[in-house]
């Protein structure tokens, strides 16, 4: 009889209670199941599939360590993971599994419908929190609602983190599988499918504790300003490794206290700053946990199920080819194209162009970002869709449109990040790199902006204007 963690969005050893659960009574099996056709459908980007798998290879030996061995299994769909967990208790003498829970609509049939199922055939499946600080839906409004204002919901976070400081659950001792227990090879059951970005992300947790320590160590101290730079390397890029659960919220937060003797409300501004972000991640998987629909492609704020989205494919492939003509936008999107990861800043330069100058549904920006994001993560990406536009939770306010020029201007003043990204514009001054004329656009070949930005902001504003019930203020 033994134990089982099914790893998920949680792909490590320290602060995992799944794991630490199933291996609290002796030797444990570990399961990941492969789900291609379900990823697909959730616009998981293949280059974050990529680094699960490297990170599954990167665990194997480890878990081996501490007496756990790693099984895969496959299913094409979630509704067929139930039957072929059965399969999998019965064939190992499985009597339980742990996991962390996951938010997501699809995400909790998926457990409900295993949960029955092991039952019927005397096999618990319990469920534990890992992915974020505090349970989702562990922190309601006065009046027992779901928060959906970022500010209150930072400030009972605080407090709650303050009240009950997080403690760690400690990596399981060192110890020997049985002999006869085998672990699948990764390599043969989920093999490599495109060329990795292994340099940019490494896997290993060498490499991620030295991403934060060096951050925390000689850049957060710059975090308050800095992050808003592109050309600089003012944040953490901790993101796709928070998302796979390479790494826990609670260690992000656990170091930065350190460095911050301690504190979570004072001391240093720019770690300060980085906590508040830790909570933004915190407060958009709460607001999933209590209106689910946001995953099912709905909008948080119902009444802008009525903005007449425009229907213009051409200007979605140009914006999503990099070819729109705004310079920012483009070298953005090329950052995204080539790493799959994109700076914030920009994240929401780009989606507010998308759903307010281009008028085209963010549902399709959102899914666009997902597949080529490796730090897609269903919460946030949704939360900074619904935000830029408007229709979320404490989202921008409709008629506060960013204009991508002054942004760049602002935040790019000498076009260090554009020209990173876009290198047939390096010949350009810091004046014209934002908005080149039409015979620089000619002479280095790059197109004319594919929208006016002052009419398609009229355009966007009066779009959510005809709302009769929109919120003015
Ligand atoms: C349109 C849009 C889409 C986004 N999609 C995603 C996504 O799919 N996955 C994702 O992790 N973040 C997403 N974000 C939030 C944010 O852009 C990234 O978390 C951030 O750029 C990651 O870089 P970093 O690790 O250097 O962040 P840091 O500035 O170092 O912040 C530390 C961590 O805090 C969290 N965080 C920071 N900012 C935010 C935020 N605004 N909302 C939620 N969490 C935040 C992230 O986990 C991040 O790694 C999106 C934002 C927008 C506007």
Redesign the pocket.
């Known amino acids: 009889m033994s134990a089982c963690v099914w790893f998920r969005t949680d792909l490590r050893l320290e602060d995992q209670p799944a794991l630490a659960a199933a291996r609290r009574s002796g030797p444990a099996l570990a399961l990941f199941v492969v789900s291609p056709a379900q990823w697909a459908s959730h616009q998981d980007a293949p280059i974050k599939q990529d680094l699960w798998r490297r990170a599954l290879i990167d665990l194997q030996p480890r878990l081996a360590e501490i007496g756990v061995v790693l099984k895969i299994l496959h299913v094409q769909w979630w509704q067929d993971v139930a039957s072929a967990l059965v399969t999998f208790c019965q064939q190992n003498g499985v009597t339980e599994i742990h996991c962390n829970r996951e938010q997501g609509v699809n995400e909790r049939k998926r457990d409900r419908a295993c949960f029955t199922a092991l039952k019927t055939h005397g096999v618990e499946l319990i469920g534990h929190d890992g992915q974020t600080l505090l349970t989702p839906g562990s922190l309601k409004t006065g009046s027992g609602g779901v928060y959906r204002v970022f500010s209150p919901f930072a400030r009972a976070c605080r407090a709650r983190l303050r009240e009950q400081p997080i403690v760690r659950v400690p990596v399981p001792d060192a110890m020997r599988a049985p002999a006869d227990w085998q672990s699948d090879s990764i390599e043969a059951l989920w093999p490599e499918t495109l060329p990795s970005l292994a340099k940019t992300w490494p896997v290993d947790q060498t490499s991620i504790k030295q991403r934060l320590s060096d951050f925390l160590n000689t850049r957060i101290a710059a975090y308050e300003t800095a992050?808003n730079f592109p050309g600089q390397d003012g944040?953490?890029?901790?993101?796709p490794y928070?998302?796979a659960g390479l790494i826990s919220p609670a260690q992000c937060l656990e170091a930065a206290m350190i460095r911050n003797h301690g504190e979570l409300e004072t001391g240093q501004e720019g770690i300060r700053s980085?906590i508040n972000?830790?909570i933004?991640?915190e407060f958009?998987w709460h607001l999933l946990n209590g209106f689910p629909k946001l995953s099912m492609h709905q909008p948080l704020r119902p009444e802008t199920l009525g903005v007449q989205w425009r229907d213009a494919p051409e200007d979605f492939s140009a914006w999503a080819q990099a070819r729109t003509g705004i310079p920012i936008v483009d070298a953005a999107m090329q950052q995204m194209l080539a790493t799959g990861w994109?700076?914030?800043r920009l994240?929401?330069v780009v989606?507010m162009f998308f759903t307010k100058n281009l008028l085209l549904d963010w549902r399709l920006g959102e899914a666009f970002?997902?597949q080529h994001?490796i730090?897609?993560?269903l919460a946030?990406?949704n939360?900074?869709?619904q935000?830029?536009a408007s229709t979320g939770a404490d989202s921008a306010p409709y008629f506060r449109v960013f204009n991508p020029i002054s942004q760049s201007q602002k935040f790019d003043p000498q076009g260090d990040f554009i020209k990173q990204w876009l290198p047939n514009l390096s010949s350009l001054d810091a004046k014209s790199i934002h908005e080149p004329t039409a015979q620089q656009r000619q002479a280095l070949g790059y197109p004319a902006a594919i929208v006016d930005l002052k009419s398609s902001r009229v355009r966007a504003i009066d779009a959510f204007k005809r709302l009769s019930t929109i919120d003015t203020e």
């Open positions: 992050r944040t953490s890029a901790l993101s928070l998302a980085w972000e830790l933004w991640r958009y994109m700076h914030n994240r929401m989606a970002f997902m994001l730090d897609g993560e946030a990406n939360g900074g869709w935000w830029s």
